[in-house]
């Protein structure tokens, strides 16, 4: 069975402040995602990684950066948290098949709050 | 911009009946299809994929219409755990490249099946 951890359920922060969201799988993929989903706007993709020390922007990277350092790690920074980053935050991995997509395998999410 | 159109819901139906979510998706380019489940305050999982000629899985019948980009999920004789939001997921398109990882998600169909 795919596993997938986030280091934290429930997050509380305060504005201004360096927040670190780890994300850990346990299946040797080579993808890696960080979502942020909210109400009536669903699931948006911030950044995703398809390997070691590679990053790609998603649809709203601004804010954000991530780091890849090994294959079962990759880590969502938010450099100066701010109000509107209060979101629940999703990671994801999957297999790089030939071909087409594989499925994306979800973390339980953590749910950060910025004061 | 690539954008998948579900209807919101919610869809309240009663036990045993058949339901059925439609989606619309904009990127012609797309290769893989998915439903995703996601119940309340858990992640997203992976409901089933979508191929070309429909398949089915026990009370679940999933369609593709990739003329008209529509996808379309029935399920027959509803039970109180189907109570979830159904995600239509969609990737960026072509068969290799980072376009291929990446995915885009619906808003979500809210479905409540009552006694």
């Known amino acids: 069975d795919v596993k997938v951890t986030q280091s934290s359920r429930y997050l509380v922060k305060r504005t201004g402040e360096k927040v670190f969201l780890e994300c850990v799988q346990d299946m040797d993929h080579e993808n890696m995602f960080w979502y942020r989903q909210d109400p009536g706007l669903g699931l948006r993709l911030i950044y995703f990684s398809y390997d070691v020390k590679m990053k790609e922007k998603g649809d709203i990277p601004e804010g954000y950066s991530v780091s890849r350092e090994k294959k079962e790690r990759f880590s969502l920074i938010l450099e100066s948290a701010s109000t509107n980053q209060t979101s629940m935050y999703l990671c994801?991995?999957?297999?790089?098949?030939?071909?087409?997509?594989?499925?994306?395998?979800f973390g339980p999410g953590t749910r950060l709050t910025v004061l | 911009r690539k954008e998948v159109e579900q209807d919101p819901g919610p869809f309240n139906v009663p036990e045993g009946a058949t339901v059925a979510f439609n989606c619309t998706y904009s990127n012609s380019a797309s290769q893989s299809f998915f439903w995703y489940r996601q119940d309340c305050r858990k992640e997203p999982k992976l409901l089933m994929s979508?191929?070309?000629s429909g398949n089915e899985d026990g009370r679940f019948t999933a369609q593709l219409n990739r003329a008209s980009q529509y996808i379309s999920l029935l399920i027959r004789d509803s039970k109180l755990s189907d109570s979830a939001t159904y995600l239509c997921?969609?990737?960026?398109?072509?068969?290799?490249?980072?376009?291929?990882?990446?995915?885009?998600f619906g808003k979500g169909t809210k479905l409540s099946v009552i006694p």
């Open positions: 997921v969609v990737n960026n398109g072509g068969d290799s490249g980072a376009g291929s990882y990446q995915l885009t």
């Open positions: 979508v191929y070309s």
């Open positions: 994801a991995s999957s297999l790089s098949g030939q071909g087409l997509t594989d499925t994306q395998y």
